[in-house]
C-alpha cells in the first residue's frame, strides 16, 4: 500500500516484484533444508525473527518521518527511489520473514510427493506462491495508487505517513512476539 501511494502503481509494481523475489527465497531456503535448521535452531530463528524486527521498526521510522508533502505520482526524476532499490525493498520484507519460514515449513508439506521429483514440485509451488504475492500486492499498490488524489493537504499527507509507519512499527512489534510452535 505505502509503495502505491508514495511511487505510483508502476513503481508499486516493482516493490511487488521484490515481495515476490522474497516469498521465492524463502522457498529456496525451505527447499534445502535451511528453514528446517531455523524450526529447530533458536539461534538461527531469533536471528532472522529480531533482523525482519529491526527492519519493520526502521521502515515505520523512515515512513514516520517521511517528508508530509502532498502526493503527486512521481516521474522518474531526481529524489525517485530505483528500481534495483524498491525490488530490494519488497525482498527484504518477506525474505527476512521468519513466519514466511515457518509458514512454508507447515504447509509445504502437504503438497509435496516424496516419492516424485522434488524440483519440479518446487518450481510448481514457487511460481504459484511468486504469482499470487505479485498479483496480491499489485492489487494492492493499484488500490493505493488510486487513493493519490486523495492526499493533498500536508495534514493529510503527515496523517497517511504516521499510520503506515506506526503499522510497520506493529507489525515488527508483533514479529517481536512470534514464538516458534
Not at 517521511?66 to 525474505?95: F, H, K, Y
Not at 512454508?104 to 516424496?114: C, E, K, S
Request: overall charge positive.
Amino acid at each position: 500500500m505505502g509503495a502505491g501511494l508514495n511511487h505510483g502503481y508502476q513503481r508499486g509494481q516493482r516493490i511487488a516484484f521484490g515481495l515476490a523475489l522474497g516469498v521465492w527465497t524463502q522457498l529456496a531456503v525451505v527447499g534445502v533444508g535451511l528453514g528446517a535448521l531455523l524450526a529447530t535452531s533458536n539461534t538461527a530463528f531469533s536471528a532472522v525473527k529480531w533482523l525482519g524486527v529491526a527492519y519493520l521498526v526502521w521502515l515505520g521510522i523512515q515512513q514516520w518521518r517521511a517528508p508530509a508533502a502532498p502526493l503527486v505520482a512521481r516521474d522518474e526524476g531526481a529524489g525517485q527511489m530505483s528500481t534495483r532499490a524498491l525490488i530490494l525493498r519488497g525482498w527484504t520484507v518477506n525474505a527476512v520473514n521468519p513466519k514466511g519460514t515457518v509458514f512454508l515449513i507447515a504447509v509445504l508439506p502437504q503438497f509435496v510427493d516424496t516419492t516424485q521429483p522434488l524440483l519440479a514440485q518446487y518450481l510448481v509451488i514457487g511460481a504459484t506462491f511468486g504469482v499470487v504475492e505479485f498479483c496480491v500486492m499489485t492489487g494492492y499498490a493499484a488500490l493505493a495508487s488510486r487513493v493519490l488524489g486523495l492526499l493533498r493537504t500536508q495534514r493529510q499527507m503527515r496523517t497517511t505517513n504516521r499510520v503506515f509507519g506506526s503499522l510497520f512499527v506493529v507489525a515488527g512489534a508483533l514479529l517481536a512476539t512470534f514464538k516458534r510452535v
